[in-house]
């Protein structure tokens, strides 16, 4: 079965850093593109950033671009998310989905990220 | 940019009864080169991530029930469920794929049992 399972997350004074990770399993990790999209209450889903499988591709939501940084290290079957001078609206559930030829088709479970002073 | 914005915002339906959903996108998702709209459904159950239901805005993800289905073509999609479960309980979303990575969500659509 194929698993992804976030970590890294919790509360966070505004202008901090936080690493989220993400661990995959259950399929080959090395063939797919991968993201991060996070939810809030009051934006919904909001599509954060995408790393294509060979890292050659990487892009951001403009709202993140700057201080988010993505990687993966394929040997290891992970995905990260390196997050800096965070705001108090980047608080949400962040989640890791694999990408099917475009298609957001696995998700884990998401991780919280609560940015307060 | 793409906006997505759905209808209603929430519906309650009895049990046995037909649910129906509305997305608009603000510009055609329908791709020219392979007459294709990149359009998604999900589903997200409470305390849930959400889960693929339907792409290419009527084929249906491996594994979900034939009583969904996804119609529509270029701004405008519908998400129809027949015969309503109670497990059907949950939210939800479009999603435009057309402008990949820049994935686009709708707002979502809260559907509860009458």
């Known amino acids: 079965d194929v698993q992804l399972v976030e970590s890294g997350g919790g509360l966070v004074k505004p202008g901090g850093s936080l690493r989220l990770s993400c661990t995959a399993s259950g399929f080959p990790f090395n063939f797919y593109n991968m993201n991060w999209v996070r939810q809030t209450p009051e934006k919904g889903l909001e599509w954060v950033s995408s790393i294509s499988s060979t890292s050659t591709y990487i892009y951001y939501a403009d709202s993140v671009k700057g201080r988010f940084t993505i990687s993966r290290d394929n040997a290891k079957n992970s995905l990260s998310l390196q997050m800096e001078s965070l705001r108090a609206e980047d608080t949400a559930v962040y989640y890791c989905?694999?990408?099917?030829?475009?298609?957001?088709?696995?998700w884990g479970q998401g991780v919280l990220v609560t940015v307060s002073s | 940019d793409f906006v997505m914005t759905q209808s209603p915002e929430s519906l309650a339906v009895s049990l046995g009864e037909r649910a129906t959903i509305n997305c608009k996108s603000s510009?055609?998702?329908?791709?020219?080169?392979?007459?294709?709209?990149?359009l998604a459904w999900y589903q997200q159950k409470s305390g849930q991530p959400p889960k693929l239901l339907i792409y290419?805005?009527?084929t249906r993800e491996s594994g979900v029930p034939d009583r969904f289905s996804g119609s529509g073509s270029g701004t405008d999609f519908t998400l129809t469920i027949n015969s309503l479960q109670a497990e059907d309980v949950a939210v939800y979303y479009c999603q435009q794929y057309f402008s990949t990575p820049m994935y686009t969500f709708g707002q979502g659509t809260k559907l509860e049992i009458k």
């Open positions: 510009q055609s998702v329908l791709h020219s080169s392979n007459n294709k709209n990149y």
């Open positions: 989905v694999r990408d099917r030829e475009e298609l957001l088709d696995q």
């Open positions: 290419w805005a009527s």
